[in-house]
């Protein structure tokens, strides 16, 4: 089992510059993103800054005032950035379970493109472990940096079919099964290459105009998970497959449990070692608090609240209510 106390910043783990972490998400998952950036803070070395970075089409001023207030400071920064302009002449793909905060993660190689490395978090993970450690794992050439999905994995092993999946599309999209819609429509020669991306290591150095115009190209394309299947389509020969420990899935586990045994004897040798523990899926654990590993996200939304209450006593709850 995974431990339960988090662990402490290591002070002589190396530190990384220009390598600004982005978040995408609305009022309903600030309280959630925050978090997310207070256990970032709290596992990497006191050396290392976080200039966090959120995406967002109209987020509050005062739900921005409070970000500032709990993240400006000698060890961090946080920057919003209202992404409404390249977006509202798009026609994007959107399901009722879909929304267009997805798709924020694909201008990050236009607004980001002088840094060095960038590393994208989803609002539903916790981290455990220093995050800026995989920076060193990433080899030269890769675009991007991923964990392959075995939540899709399992998915294919039961033969789900697209209308299994999808709540709507193309009839002849519907009719396919998931693995020869991983081929057809995705494009992917190797379905087992397909990669989640909840946490993606992006490296805009490596990524070309050219290369972003053909993500936003699909964007209006019928997909299952857009975006993520648009980056597996252009970036999925030019992503190196991390460790399963930077995107550790902890939902659908009897889909998980699907999987081949040689996935799932490595998906068991990673627990112990987990940087990033994520909750794909309806089931978060600031709602149902029995999905495995809530607490540790509780944990750490505990002592977020902690700070909140520092900045913004007698109402920070009703500020930033749990959704």
């Not at 944990?299 to 900045?311: A, I, S, Y």
């Amino acid at each position: 089992m995974l431990a339960r106390n988090l662990p402490a910043s290591q002070t002589t783990e190396k530190v990384v510059e220009n390598c600004p972490i982005v978040m995408g998400f609305d009022l309903k998952y600030a309280r959630a993103g925050f978090t997310v950036m207070q256990s970032v803070l709290e596992t990497t070395p006191d050396a290392q800054f976080c200039a966090f970075n959120v995406l967002h089409d109209g987020l509050p001023d005062f739900a921005q005032r409070l970000g500032h207030l709990l993240f400006d400071g000698p060890r961090s920064s946080i920057t919003f950035i209202d992404v409404r302009p390249h977006f509202d002449h798009l026609e994007l793909f959107e399901t009722r379970h879909l929304s267009r905060a997805m798709y924020y993660r694909l201008l990050i190689p236009i607004l980001f493109r002088n840094a060095q490395a960038v590393i994208y978090l989803d609002s539903d993970m916790v981290c455990r472990r220093n995050i800026f450690a995989m920076v060193d794992a990433l080899p030269p050439g890769a675009c991007l940096g991923a964990v392959r999905d075995n939540i899709s994995r399992g998915d294919r092993a039961r033969g789900a079919m697209m209308r299994d999946v999808m709540d709507h599309g193309p009839e002849d999209m519907l009719e396919l099964s998931l693995a020869d819609y991983k081929r057809d429509v995705v494009g992917l020669d190797n379905p087992d290459r397909y990669f989640n991306s909840g946490m993606v290591f992006f490296r805009p150095s490596e990524i070309t105009d050219s290369d972003v115009q053909a993500c936003f190209d699909l964007c209006h394309a019928p997909r299952y998970c857009p975006d993520q299947d648009i980056l597996n389509t252009i970036f999925g020969d030019r992503t190196h497959l991390l460790p399963e420990r930077w995107n550790y899935v902890l939902t659908f586990p009897e889909t998980v449990g699907l999987i081949p045994d040689d996935w799932m004897r490595h998906h068991r040798e990673e627990e112990e070692h987990a940087a990033i523990l994520h909750w794909p899926g309806p089931r978060k654990p600031w709602r149902d608090p029995s999905v495995p590993q809530a607490e540790v996200f509780l944990e750490m939304g505990r002592r977020l609240d902690e700070r909140l209450q520092e900045v913004a006593p007698e109402f920070f709850k009703d500020v930033l209510p749990a959704s």
